[in-house]
């Protein structure tokens, strides 16, 4: 089971969407038959199988073994991973959007979807992924947020100019600040 599963296909976006599949894949975090998950949920097997069905085809849920019960054989079933994320591409962009200014709301909508994907497609069966989270609350004056911002922009442009060579191994540097909620 991997930790993460990005979606990028409606078809997976669609499978998963239906409130009567989450609960279905909430009870496939172990290895179920479908027999099983019903008696959890108190439905019929055959209206769990359908929406396991939808779940395998859609690449969500993995049958991990069969047996034989009372001489059929009967799937268990996992699902493919502890987390599901949908790229926001699934949407898509819905009209122009304007000159990307790094001062923008539109800009850093852009830079977390741009993560959201690199992160979704980085290797985690390698042995060590060197990465580094910070996060953070400043509170600064309306009249010294320039100032701010202009020192924030300066001291990430310093970092690139000292470690921007070609040489070593490459790593992405993406720093969000914006409001928080009750300053709007």
Not at 3 to 10: A, F, N, T
Not at 80 to 94: E, F, K, N
Not at 134 to 154: A, K, N, T
Request: charged share 30%; net charge negative; proline share 4%.
């Amino acid at each position: 089971m991997r930790d993460v599963l990005y979606l990028e296909e409606i078809e997976q976006a669609e499978a998963l969407l239906k409130p009567q599949r989450i609960e279905v894949l909430r009870q496939l975090a172990e290895p179920r038959s479908c027999t099983e998950v019903a008696a959890l949920l108190g439905q019929t097997s055959q209206r769990v199988y359908y929406h396991v069905k939808r779940l395998v085809d859609a690449g969500l849920v993995d049958q991990v073994s069969e047996r034989k019960v009372r001489g059929i054989h009967e799937g268990v079933y996992q699902a493919s991973a502890r987390a599901y994320w949908m790229s926001p591409r699934l949407v898509g962009r819905l009209g122009l959007r304007k000159a990307q200014d790094e001062m923008s709301l539109g800009y850093l909508l852009d830079l977390m979807e741009e993560v959201q994907a690199d992160i979704a497609a980085l290797d985690r069966t390698a042995p060590e992924l060197p990465s580094v989270g910070v996060s953070g609350e400043i509170h600064v004056s309306p009249e010294r947020r320039q100032e701010f911002l202009s020192e924030l922009q300066s001291v990430l442009q310093d970092l690139f100019t000292r470690y921007g060579g070609a040489e070593g191994d490459a790593f992405k540097l993406a720093v969000a600040c914006y409001p928080k909620g009750e300053n709007r």
